[in-house]
């Protein structure tokens, strides 16, 4: 049997760094980490619409810091900030405490994994045909100059098929046991009439500052 490891737990402390950023008691860690994800579950359902592909959570005493990495920004604010106060106001009764939101701006979100596969299991759902959706993911985020390869992974009764099945379709590099490459996983769930379709993507992305010191070199 092939030995699988999670791409992102992988590369935790050397390419990647932890998704909640606080620290607690034994007796505490367990309620604080079910709480962790209510808030991204909370969040998730709510902001379905302005393409989340990360939430950050950061604890100290009565404090509670969350980071929406969002490629629709306005989505999340809302009319006259009323979203975000809707938001902060729904987790402090939740958590009961102080609650602080900050909105960060994916620029290209044909360059994010996740955002990808979200989008690919979207499309499914609104039954466009699945090879036609994840070629047209490949070709969107390869226009890309950052993005050096992409793989995407489909998996379950594709096209309303009998028998569940996989398939996948790549292009370019994606070196999943290169460390020093930026990798980067997403996963999304398409629930269709016929069932619930998988569907999971890898990208390597060039990171920014390497391709400043490239230019520089030039």
């Known amino acids: 049997m092939g030995q699988k490891t999670h791409p992102i737990g992988f ?24 709480e962790d994800h209510q808030i991204r579950t909370i969040l998730k359902k709510k902001l379905e619409t302005a393409a989340v592909p990360k939430i ?13 990495y969002t490629a629709r920004p306005g989505v999340v604010i809302g009319r006259k900030g009323q979203e975000i106060d809707n938001i902060k106001e729904q987790l402090a009764r939740l958590t009961g405490k102080e609650i602080y939101v900050d ?28 090879r036609r959706a994840m070629k047209k993911a490949i070709q969107t985020s390869m226009g890309l100059r950052e993005v050096k390869g992409i793989r995407i992974r489909c998996a379950g009764r594709l096209g309303g098929a009998e028998l569940g099945r996989i ?20 996963f999304a769930e398409a629930s269709t009439v016929y069932g619930v379709i998988g569907v999971k993507c890898w990208m390597c992305v060039e990171e920014e500052e390497k391709k400043q010191s490239v230019t520089r070199v030039d």
């Not at 590369?11 to 079910?34: C, I, M, Q, T, Y």
């Not at 909105?103 to 979200?118: D, F, G, H, W």
Request: charged share 30%; glycine share 4%; net charge positive.
């Open 103 to 130: 909105i960060l701006e994916v620029k290209s979100p044909e360059a994010n994994a996740q955002l990808v596969a979200e989008n690919v299991a979207l499309q499914m759902e609104r039954r466009v045909a699945f």
């Open 167 to 186: 398939e996948q379709y790549r292009d370019g590099s994606v070196p999943l046991h290169t460390l020093r490459e930026n990798v980067q996983y997403g």
């Open 11 to 34: 590369r935790l402390a050397v390419r990647r760094d932890w998704n909640s950023k606080w620290f607690a008691p034994k007796h505490e860690f367990g309620k604080l980490l079910a």
């Open 56 to 68: 950050t959570i950061e604890r100290a005493a009565n404090r509670c810091r969350i980071t929406i």
